[in-house]
């Protein structure tokens, strides 16, 4: 059992930063590939970026790209999300996900074995 507490979120304006954090619980974090998903109301929890287990490989969404990094700490059992840049469109509640293998499963969110409770980030204009 995995249990992933997120924090960070909160209310930015556009062209602002903001770096979200996922805590997990257990000693078997680094077997998990990790993810970011999010939802905005109305929409579908699109994955935003993705780590691998040992960190080495990364995903992003092309919406983010170039604006957001995802990292791990294995040895502290968290991973990050650093938002540069943030955009209107980046408005939604943050979720953290894990998937025990490879980082392709968390291309689909029905494949996730675990998540937060989720995080809300507006950006205002």
């Known amino acids: 059992q995995v249990q992933l507490v997120e924090s960070g979120g909160g209310l930015v304006q556009a062209g602002g930063s903001l770096r979200l954090s996922c805590a997990a619980s257990g000693r078997t974090f680094s077997t998990y590939a990790m993810g970011w998903f999010r939802q905005a109301p109305g929409k579908e929890r699109d994955l935003v970026a993705a780590i691998s287990r040992s960190g080495v490989g990364t995903y992003y969404a092309y919406s983010v790209k170039g604006r957001f990094t995802i990292s791990r700490d294995n040895a502290k059992n968290t991973v990050s999300l650093q938002m540069n840049s943030l955009k209107p469109e980046d408005t939604a509640v943050y979720y953290c996900?894990?998937?025990?293998?490879?980082?392709?499963?968390?291309?689909?969110?029905?494949?996730?074995?675990?998540w937060g409770q989720g995080t809300q980030v507006t950006v205002s204009s």
């Open positions: 996900a894990a998937a025990e293998g490879f980082l392709s499963s968390l291309y689909h969110s029905e494949k996730a074995d675990y």
